[in-house]
């Protein structure tokens, strides 16, 4: 055999046996069973017996207030107002006698365009200069198991209207970058814009708003 042909032969023996050890080790990496890191425990859990009790302050960062109308019949419309402030007095031996006291930047609403902002800011609409803020007083509070009914005063626009809750407990646990005690709930109520002077293009846009509520709070010291 002519040298060349040697090592060509030498060569495709050696890449050969590579091949054939590179997928045993394949095989065998395939088959042994994959090696996982446990999942991270999450802080928080709906387990109402984390809620220690006492007086929890509203999270700006996390509680959001996000409104939906129906917009000519041919889309929904959706804003959202967040960095709300406010108080919730809670015991959990007595939930039936929580408090709940929100103030509501109304300046600062966060809609799809800074056009649409203006729009609705100015004095036909919202006119958040004259009133930048809403609030609302839980005036009764009904539990049963993790949800609630709160029934309590909504002042929007100057005007104020009873407004109905109904909530649901989320979860509760120590924030792990805090370390302070952490109880988040869900909501929903209904509202109409007309109840608040606000009913400029009804009902071409509708009278109605649906409102979804993430509220977030901490307790304190």
């Known amino acids: 055999m002519k040298p060349v042909r040697l090592l060509a032969t030498a060569l495709l023996i050696g890449f050969t046996a590579g091949a054939g050890q590179s997928l045993a080790q394949e095989s ?6 994959a ?19 006492g ?13 939906t109308v129906d917009h000519m019949g041919i889309t929904p419309l959706a804003g959202m107002f967040g960095a709300s402030t406010g108080t919730l007095v809670l015991d959990p031996a007595s939930p039936d006698e929580a408090t709940l006291e929100l103030t509501i930047p109304i300046s600062g609403l966060r809609v799809t365009s800074e056009g649409f902002a203006a729009h609705l800011a ?14 609302f007083k839980s005036t009764q509070v009904s539990v049963e198991d993790t949800d609630a009914t709160v029934e309590g005063e909504l002042t929007l626009h100057g005007v104020t209207r009873p407004v109905t809750l109904d909530v649901s ?4 646990g120590i924030n792990p970058m805090t370390k302070a005690e952490n109880i988040g709930f869900t909501a929903t109520a209904d509202i109409k814009r007309s109840d608040f002077g606000l009913g400029l293009g009804v009902p071409v846009i509708s009278d109605e708003v649906a409102l979804d509520i993430v509220g977030a709070f901490i307790k304190q010291p």
């Open 28 to 33: 065998s990496a395939q088959e042994a069973p």
């Open 35 to 53: 090696r996982q890191s446990p999942a991270p425990e999450m802080p928080g859990t709906d387990d109402v017996t984390r809620i220690t009790g």
């Open 55 to 67: 007086t929890y302050a509203v999270d700006p960062d996390h509680t959001q207030i996000v409104w």
């Open 122 to 135: 100015s004095p036909e609409l919202l006119d958040t200069a004259k009133f930048p803020t809403a609030t």
């Open 169 to 172: 407990f989320f979860g509760a």
